[in-house]
């Protein structure tokens, strides 16, 4: 398991003087001893380096945490083609109170988001198995993260988007102006992601 001052020390460009509980560093190493042994049988991530797996899933994650919600949040969310986790289960451990979906659509990486929730004991969460156009509800916050046929998916998530509410993208910055065209709207100027040369965080308010 990863050593969670270790943990500590890689989240801080993403999370700056956030202060984490020692049983949220313990969840984020129990997290990735998961992750990591699951990974040598089902594809999960293309990362195998810990310390790339936290700075990469865990901090962009959480970095995005921080700029959407207050850690006491109760929140509805909605984490759209979830694969491993990234960003809901971490923005549920940041901040506890979510009421978390987390919807993906492959049989292997859904099984392993249940034993995720179950090993760390988490509440408020279900995982939806299935594709994001047949799912029946909508949330305060949808968020998308590198996710395959992103044209299509991105109306999508939009759709699940509640009135008032937003919907987030974890993408690279020349996808911006592409979902700009496919959703019009109430864009937030994008956040560039720490780490990162490319990748930016962009919010899109529901009318």
């Known amino acids: 398991m990863v050593d969670v001052e270790r943990i500590s020390v890689l989240l801080r460009p993403y999370t700056g003087e956030q202060e984490w509980a020692p049983a949220q560093l313990d969840s984020i190493s129990i997290y990735i001893d998961i992750l990591t042994r699951w990974n040598e049988r089902t594809n999960l991530t293309s990362i195998r380096n810990p310390d790339e797996i936290v700075q990469r899933h865990f901090g962009e994650s959480l970095f995005a945490a921080i700029q959407l919600l207050p850690s006491d949040s109760k929140a509805?969310?909605?984490?759209?083609?979830?694969?491993?986790?990234?960003?809901?289960?971490?923005?549920?451990?940041?901040?506890?109170?979510?009421?978390?979906?987390?919807?993906?659509?492959?049989?292997?990486?859904?099984?392993?988001?249940?034993?995720?929730?179950?090993?760390?004991?988490?509440?408020?969460?279900?995982?939806?198995?299935?594709?994001?156009?047949?799912?029946?509800?909508?949330?305060?916050?949808?968020?998308?993260?590198?996710?395959?046929?992103?044209?299509?998916?991105?109306?999508?998530?939009?759709?699940?988007?509640?009135?008032?509410?937003r919907l987030a993208l974890m993408v690279g910055a020349g996808q911006v102006a592409t979902a700009q065209e496919i959703l019009p709207g109430a864009w937030t100027e994008p956040v560039p992601i720490p780490n990162s040369s490319a990748r930016v965080l962009a919010v899109r308010t529901s009318n």
Do not use: C, W
């Open 76 to 165: 509805t969310v909605i984490d759209v083609g979830s694969g491993a986790g990234f960003p809901g289960l971490p923005m549920k451990i940041y901040a506890p109170d979510l009421r978390l979906t987390l919807i993906e659509a492959h049989s292997k990486k859904n099984t392993f988001l249940r034993e995720v929730v179950r090993a760390l004991g988490l509440t408020g969460v279900e995982v939806s198995l299935g594709r994001a156009e047949h799912f029946n509800g909508k949330a305060e916050l949808v968020t998308l993260r590198a996710v395959e046929q992103f044209d299509t998916v991105l109306p999508i998530a939009g759709s699940l988007v509640d009135d008032g509410g």
